[in-house]
């Protein structure tokens, strides 16, 4: 079985995953430091994991950045929280519509400049 996760980089990574953690819970792992920069940090959801490093470590190439984060969301009351959340210092790429898979979906650029669509599917 093949698992694709994001890997996420930020300014002030220590501070920004604690964020992400308090917006969509989870466990947060450091695993390497460099002087005061994260080299490599996990945000852990259930059976996902959202990778992390601070941006100065991991130097990313123009080419290939631009990649957004599909979180699916198990209630429409989370699903409207962490929309909340994001949003809060965030853009709003498209609002919340009604999919035509009988859901919600919306499109988020959040404080740090990661793209979210964010989805929820109804039973």
């Known amino acids: 079985m093949k698992v694709a996760s994001p ?6 990574c220590t501070e920004e995953i604690e964020y992400y953690r308090s917006v969509l ?15 490599n940090a996990e945000l852990i959801l259930g059976s996902s994991t959202i990778y992390f490093a ?11 950045d631009y990649v957004k984060v599909t979180l699916t969301l198990e209630t429409e009351e989370e699903f409207r929280q962490v929309y909340e959340d994001l949003t809060a210092d965030g853009t709003i790429d498209s609002e919340v519509f009604e999919a035509p898979f009988n859901g919600l979906l919306a499109g988020i650029t959040d404080r740090n400049g990661i793209g ?3 989805s929820y599917f109804r039973s």
């Open 116 to 118: 979210w669509v964010l």
């Open 7 to 12: 890997f996420v980089v930020v300014d002030n």
């Open 25 to 39: 819970g989870g466990e947060v792992k450091i695993f390497r430091k460099q002087d005061d920069k994260v080299l």
């Open 54 to 64: 601070d941006s100065t470590a991991a130097q990313p190439s123009l080419k290939g």
